[in-house]
């Protein structure tokens, strides 16, 4: 769940300098892809719910994560 939630995190994650942004981007899907696999293969049900509760809280935690970043 760690990792797919890092994974997400890193595919959303947008710093301007597009060299970081790509490598940032096939990390995050390097992370991604496997762990979701893995929650949907060996949890099923759970997986799919574990799923969509973790996609939740990188969302929170990224505009929660933007709107500090655009205070400043």
Known sequence: MAFNMAGIFLV???????????????LGWLLFIPSLIGLFYYYQW?????????????????????KKKGEK
Not at 12 to 26: N, P, V
Not at 46 to 66: A, E, R, Y
Request: charged share 20%; no cysteine; aromatic share 14%.
């Open 46 to 66: 759970l997986g799919i719910l574990l799923f969509i509760i973790g996609v939740l809280i990188v969302i929170f935690i990224k505009s929660n994560f933007d």
């Open 12 to 26: 959303l994650l947008r710093t301007g300098d597009y060299d970081a942004d790509m490598f940032t981007k096939i």
